[in-house]
């Protein structure tokens, strides 16, 4: 994660972070400065920007560790969490985690989307009141259009885009109002 668009979330200064952490000011100007990477310093160092910053370790040091799932299995697990949880507990946990600021902070702007997504389905269809503090996520759209893998081998296949079209016009609307096209999130196996 990005410390410094979680200082600027924050208002907080640098120097602020160092007194508050107990780490050294060198060390965080060394982090946020690009000299030091995060995901080399000790699990110590970790802890104590990330309980300053109200995150999680993994969190704070995810950016800079590729362990980013390919965007079709994030769909599918969280597709999967939705199954299990059912609409309320998945919105609950959503909630609850932070999580969708979270991606959005570190910058995983198509699972953030997806994700925002998937609670503004669901608050539509359960009659319930979108969550206000995602508003200004809600203006963003992604850049390129994403679609479901299979739909792009359809269309490399038959070698046109009338499938693609198909499906943007059959996409939920709360997906594809920031560019991803999806259709069914409750038919998971």
């Not at 319930?128 to 759209?141: C, F, G, N, V």
């Amino acid at each position: 994660m990005c410390i410094n668009t979680l200082l600027k979330n924050k208002n907080m200064t640098k120097y602020k972070l160092a007194k508050k952490s107990g780490v050294p000011h060198t060390t965080v100007l060394d982090i946020c400065n690009g000299k030091t990477n995060i995901s080399k310093c000790t699990a110590e160092t970790v802890y104590k920007l990330a309980k300053v910053l109200d995150v999680s370790m993994d969190m704070l040091i995810a950016g800079n560790v590729e362990k980013r799932a390919y965007f079709e299995n994030y769909k599918s697990a969280v597709c999967h969490k939705l199954k299990r949880l059912g609409d309320f507990g998945f919105l609950e946990t959503t909630f609850l985690s932070g999580e969708i600021r979270k991606l959005y902070d570190i910058n995983w702007y198509p699972e953030c989307s997806y994700l925002l997504a998937m609670v503004d389905y669901l608050c539509r269809e359960n009659d319930l009141p979108l969550a206000q503090e995602y508003d200004d996520i809600r203006k963003a759209r992604l850049s390129k259009t994403f679609y479901p893998a299979g739909v792009l081998v359809m269309s490399a296949f038959s070698n046109d885009n009338k499938h693609k079209e198909l499906c943007v016009n059959e996409a939920i609307p709360e997906f594809i109002r920031h560019n991803i096209v999806e259709s069914d999130v409750r038919n998971v196996y």
